[in-house]
């Protein structure tokens, strides 16, 4: 199998794995470290990590999954994150998602052929005293307009 | 022994007992999905709701201990109400395409729908998710992932029985589905207890899906011949035509499952079948009638004991007989041909294989019955092949097609040394090849009879149908040929016969059809 992470993400998992009397308990553990050093968590890492934590791939890919922060596919480089919940939704989220979608030409769960930006919707950001929200990477963009995610995009687009 | 009532009857029941076995103990029959006796319970599938005196709401009977006083009900309109939501949740993404699944008429959905559902489907057929369907999982079972209604039996079973846990939930809410990581399908020798325990048409048998509709099929008590372990097995059959096999519960020996080999053991009471008596002379077949034959075969075999003495006969027996043939084949040999040229030959294993659970190495349902009856094994059969290759052997009765490990070629040999050959046999093979005389034989589904496995449990299976074609039971052809020869037997079926050996035979002594029952018992040692 081809897949393997960088040393310090090897030591690293050891360190995890140690950690619990129970191997299989660094499993969400492992699948982060996969997707910070890879973006996603590539198919040959759901077997990798199987192996490493002692449960079976089918097990693994069912927790990989379920969560949906982990990426099961590569993802665009900008990766933007529309919250839908309810504040969101009322402070017009909705028209958000059409705005950018839109704009892009992409649907939610797709990432342009560039492979420059992926668009999801997501639930609850915690962060509804500012709806409607935008997760980026790892900064929130708040309180957002039409004009403003308009800017941010082509700003984001500049940078590359 | 918590005493409880469960819809006005009153029920006593073991410590740790749920409700659900509970009610099945009085006949209430609570539905269920996820629940399985020989599984972990789940209770993911809410379909066994009911309503427990002093409780605020409806309780999962699968997982609920029955305690002292309970006072259970699962007739109220509350349980109705929340069966039937419980089924129209799981029905919502459900394709009903029953019309080509090969679950319809042992499904699980169906069934309830009729008993509790009967709801209209308030889902826009439009808004319906779909999943794969017509999936190769491996190991012969096919998946559609859409009929699934996510109960986790399979994935129990592979975790808690093979241990090797091919099939998981991925995904989530409404798209969840059930699937195996991609190049790593189920790969284990028991899949086949998937397509039997799976409720719903998710998982079917890729060797059974399309030939026959569930309710054409007839079932019988039998036990599997693929091995020594005998695990306890239901027949399923139509119009002569043996369709699958599924196990039958018994905790002594096979709990709820049985493997994959001896799934397709039902093959061979359908292929290469001989059906009807014949003759081969300079190396022509003819057919002959029964009628016609069986002096013939007496004749040529007292013939040869009166010309050249008993010891130039020698009988052949084989363990895939049932105790009840063998003990007749026993008096046969020794008493009427009054031959000491007896043994038993067995199958050889075809790959060998056995492990930890239920398979066995030897690939013989009845050795431990043909050695409890004095029907020597091996060492006795070398002894006898020697003296067929030295030209001892001037008349040889054969039941079965195969001489322990001989090759096909070297059959062949050592039968071309003897000058009478009479076969007793079910399935066309090297000795029908050689055979002077062949007497086709009930398969297994066409006799009933006794078996002895690994264990030294002696267990019953049944006949199904009458024999195919010309064939004849085994009894009945070894009555007839031992009458001509003189032995005045009435025995007719195997009953009878076993009432004559449970007379005769110490580990056997005193048993009765009767007190073997459905689960068999163990034989004295
Ligand atoms: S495939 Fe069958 S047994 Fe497995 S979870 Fe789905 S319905 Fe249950
Ligand atoms: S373990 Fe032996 S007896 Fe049981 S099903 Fe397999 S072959 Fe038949
Ligand atoms: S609803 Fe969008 S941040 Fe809470
Ligand atoms: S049978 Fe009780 S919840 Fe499924």
Redesign the pocket.
Known sequence: MSFSLSEEGLAELDRLLSRYPDRAAAVLPALHLVQSEHGHVPDEAIAWVAERVGLSPAHVEGVATFYTLFERRPRGRHHLQICRNLSCSLMGAEALVAHVSAKLGIRPGETTPDGMFTLSVVECLGSCGTAPVMQVGDAYHENLTVEAVDALIDRLRAEG | MPNLTINGVAVSVPEGTTILSAAKQVGIHIPHYCYHTHLSVAGNCRMCQVEVEKFPKLQTACSTVATEGMVVRTDTEAVRKAVRGALEFLLIHHPIDCPICDQAGECGLQDYYMTVGLHKSRYPLGDKIHKKKVQDAGSGIVLDAERCILCSRCVRFLEEVTGTRELQFFRRGDHSEISFFPGRPIDNHYAGNLADICPVGALTSRDFRFRCRVWFLKSAES?????????N?EAHFHEGVLYRYK?RVNDAV?RAW??D???M?YRKANEARLLAPFVRENGVEKEMPWGALMPQVAQRLSDAVRTHGADTVAVIASPQLSNEELFLVRHFASDLLGTMNLAFTRRAPEDGFSDDF???PD?N?NSAGARLLGIPGEEAFHAVAGRISRGEIRALVIFGNVLGAFSEKGTLELLSKAPFIVQVGTNEGVVSRAAHAVLPSASFVERGGTFVNCDGRLQRFRAGFAPRGKARNTIEILVDLGNRLGAGWSFSGEESVFRALSRSEAPFRGMTYGSIGSLGREVKR
């Open positions: 036990i599997c011949t693929g091995c020594a372990r005998g695990c097995i196990p096979n049985m493997c080999f001896g799934r053991e239920l398979i066995h690939k349902p």
